[in-house]
């Protein structure tokens, strides 16, 4: 596929990583490798919060969490923390719960709560949030509506929102179901789903260097109008506050944005068909960067 990147590199110049393949950081969570069961793409809108309004902050990992937790449990209280886990991305949520409670408390969390996967009640007054990997889709499916805009209200009024692979792709308003197994970009290969709608303005990959999906967002680009995009390699988060981002972790994160003379063909692609992208700008930030979200 033809490309014209304009690279925009804010990261440190030594640390710039652009090959496709990095070391994996060891899984916290067993389920954040595994696949999204998505069934067809539809395209949804979700109410949205505005960032700027919420006093929260988001903390999206790019799955196999580890070293970044730390961090996480840091900005939720410390020894304070009142955690709910939200396992339901997993295929086995009960011990992937078990798993990331145990974690938790290890790691000084006062208290930590799972949700279990059947449940209606609404969701407690906590310091934090911590959404597990597994399948975006299921996690939707899982939750309660009502649920989903009691995340968006603990988001405003101060909760820190987290998630591991699954739980950060589904934060956006529209999400990443699934697709593109093959890597290539090509009309209907990606799939678009209804996401939680805790980020405006961006679309979610993670695993991006483990797993080759640097092209991914950039077809995410042009399927949405009006979004950039935001790839997390594995153990590597960001941290979201306002409309400011810094990065934490061992890998980089991959911002795409819209160039002015941006160009795609995948909509005028027969379905199947490679497509060619043109003219994205595209960003790399390690451990430590900061980047704007407006």
Do not use: W
């Not at 990147?5 to 990095?22: E, K, M, N, R, T």
């Not at 529209?174 to 009309?187: A, L, Q």
């Amino acid at each position: 596929m033809g490309r014209n990147l304009i690279q925009v590199l804010s990261a440190v110049s030594s640390f710039i990583l652009l090959s496709s393949s990095c070391v994996s950081g060891v899984g916290a969570d067993p389920d954040a490798a595994k696949e999204p069961q998505s069934a067809a793409a539809s395209k949804v809108v979700a109410r949205s919060v505005n960032l700027d309004e919420c006093k929260g902050k988001l903390f999206i990992i790019g799955g196999a969490a580890d070293k970044v937790l730390k961090r996480f449990v840091e900005i939720a209280g410390g020894k304070d923390a009142f955690i709910l886990v939200i396992p339901h991305s997993s295929v086995s949520p009960k011990a992937s719960g078990k798993d990331m409670s145990k974690l938790f408390k290890n790691a000084g969390a006062a208290r930590v709560e799972v949700l279990a996967t059947n449940s209606s009640e609404n969701l407690p007054k906590c310091s934090a949030v911590y959404m597990t990997g597994g399948d975006q889709n299921r996690l939707l499916k899982l939750l309660k509506p009502h649920q989903v805009e009691q995340l968006k209200d603990l988001f405003r009024d101060g909760c820190v929102i987290g998630g591991s692979s699954a739980g950060a792709a589904a934060v956006p308003i529209e999400m990443i179901g699934g697709g593109m197994e093959d890597r290539k970009p090509k009309k209907g290969s990606l799939m678009i789903e209804k996401g939680l709608g805790l980020l405006p303005g961006y679309m979610v990959d993670t695993h991006v260097n483990p797993r080759g999906r640097q092209d991914r967002l950039m077809v995410g680009l042009s399927m949405v109008d009006g979004i950039g995009g935001i790839g997390l390699d594995e153990d590597t988060a960001v941290e979201i506050s306002k409309n400011s981002a810094t990065v934490h972790g061992v890998g980089v994160v991959h911002v795409y944005k819209r160039a002015a003379d941006f160009s795609s063909e995948l909509k005028s692609r027969p379905a199947g068909e490679m497509a060619s992208i043109k003219n994205v700008i595209y960003s790399i930030y390690p451990a430590g960067e900061k980047f704007s979200l407006r």
